[in-house]
């Protein structure tokens, strides 16, 4: 599949795009294993989390719109996509144009939000976006004229927006003072029709509350105006997982959860103010096997830079996977992985595609043995997990970047219910 590219110099580049490892079509045994009935059940402690602090406040509990941005961080977009519609949700939320194009093509038919903002230099963007019935963030007065241009160039109906509010991410947003300027020029617009007001919150996973509390409060003034300007959206939303779990005030008329949708809780250690803790289960584990094992004498060493040396005879089994799989080469000599049932720690440095691992430990490991690089198992030795934040804490990252991170060449296999 190729397609082409007009850069900002009017030259046009050809791009090729790789097609996705399908299943089917996987060589190698490393894999990634999505569980749908453990995102189904993330959805529902959600919700049920959110109703108990509805209850607690005497408010009707807040809609959900599931994130599902780049491939639904590394989970695979379509398929999480159609599922959570089955399964409930009120809306999705991507990043890119081309990210809400793919869930339409998948199917998906509840209301879709692109937040990334970017429609593209040329109207033919903002034509797919209507088209597709996708709705946009817009947070500025030209990207106001060019949508209603470009609704009125397809025709239909007026085309519903979510005005964005800096209310202190200093990211993306219309900023407090040129909030009203951006009201009237909506007003301007009879083809655009505003559906919800929104903004996003920078501190919701940090223990001090405060930073969340004045943002709350910014997006309570930008309201204000925007009521006094005759203007009535449908909906406010400002929560992300963190958020939605953390300050009931913040869930207002719907929450924007991603990660604990994918089974993380976003701030573990840090105490919650909302009524009940969910438990989440983690959609994702990544597994593979043993597909080479040599025996050490004292004194040998292995992999690049010869890191590990055995300072005992040592059976080492080799992985086939490595940093271009997203196992990050911050876990060599550091991070572990489950053999049956029990933790096996990483020898040497992580490769491009293979990885080494020291089983002196184990009684009797195989060629072909499953090995879970992320997740839990269950096996003769005993019972055990590892988690998505444990890598994150290993790399010294976030939780969102390792999942992101997981290539493409790993293939996704989807367990139904
Ligand atoms: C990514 C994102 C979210 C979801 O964040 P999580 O922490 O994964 O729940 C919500 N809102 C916006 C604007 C985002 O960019």
Known sequence: MSESHVRADGSTLRVRRPPRARPADAARVTRAEINLAHLRHNL????????????AARRPPAQVWAVLKADAYGHG??????????????GIC??????????????????????????GRYRDGLEALVEHELSPVVYDPVQLERLATAVRFVGGAPHGVHLKVDTGMGRLGCR????????????????????????HLACADEPDPAITHDQLRRFDAAQELVRRQGLRPVLRHAANSAAALRFPDAQLDLVRPG??????????????????????????????????????????????????????????????IGYADGFSRALSNRGHVLLHGQRVPIAGSVSMDLTMIDVTDIADARLRDEVVVLGEQRGRAGEDRIDVAEWAALEGTITWECYTGISRRVPRFYRHP
């Open 77 to 90: 977009a379509s398929v999480l996509g159609v599922h959570l519609e089955r399964a409930g949700v009120d």
């Open 94 to 119: 991507v990043a890119l144009l081309e990210e809400g194009i793919e869930l339409r093509q998948a199917g998906v038919r509840c209301p879709i939000l692109v937040m990334g903002g970017y429609y």
């Open 259 to 320: 990660i604990a949708l994918h089974g993380v809780h976003p701030c573990p250690t840090v105490a919650s103010s909302g009524s009940r803790v969910p438990k989440l289960k983690p959609v994702m584990q990544v597994l593979t096997e043993i597909v080479a094992l040599r025996d050490l004498r004292a004194g040998e060493a292995i992999g690049y830079g010869h890191t590990w040396r055995a300072e005992r005879p040592s059976r080492i089994a080799t992985l086939p």
């Open 44 to 55: 529902r402690e959600l919700e049920a989390s959110m109703a108990a602090d509805g209850e």
């Open 176 to 199: 407090e003072d040129e909030f009203l300027p951006l009201l009237r020029a909506l007003r301007r617009h009879p083809e655009l029709r505003l559906d919800a007001l929104m903004t």
